[in-house]
């Protein structure tokens, strides 16, 4: 059997040119042995915060889905996947996720959601699945809802709204005997 140079293999297999440009020094000196873990200055697995007041997040170098297909890949041609790559993305609804979880997080987050209304107060399923009954303040910061202005406005609108209705008939009928008389007042007693 004809050995294979690492530069050779690494032009062939896009698995060892992945590792051969991410981590030169895991290389290892024949083709065929496993290669160390990765060990570099920043993963490019994992997002990297932005340093400075900048507050941002830069993308990792590979994405979830290049991460799959970089695992598969390893799996394939027969390297210890986890050696080389993170460990890989599950879904928070996995099977072996879902079954050690607790009742009351098996549900689907829309179920969840459904059932954990507030509307739902005196609940039986929600004292079963030991949920909490939360409104819709519940884990926010800052002010609640604002609201439009018009519906802020409301009560106050209609309390004043009351007041004025409850005294209308008798400012109706001054106002109109104030006319009368202002009327009657500027009217010369003389014909001409």
Known sequence: ???ISAKSAARKLPLWSFIARESPASLPSTPFATPA???GPSNPFLPTKNGGAARSWTRPKYSLRRQKQLRRAAEQLGFDADAVLPAPHLKQDAPLAKAAAPPSERLDAARRLLVGSPHV???RILDHLAMP???PYAGRRGAPFKGK???RQKQARLSKLRTLLQGADARIEAWRKAEAAAKSKGKASLPF
């Open 1 to 3: 059997m004809a050995s």
């Open 121 to 123: 107060q005196g609940s």
């Open 37 to 39: 873990p990765f060990s």
């Open 149 to 151: 202005l018009w519906e």
């Open 133 to 135: 009954k939360v409104g």
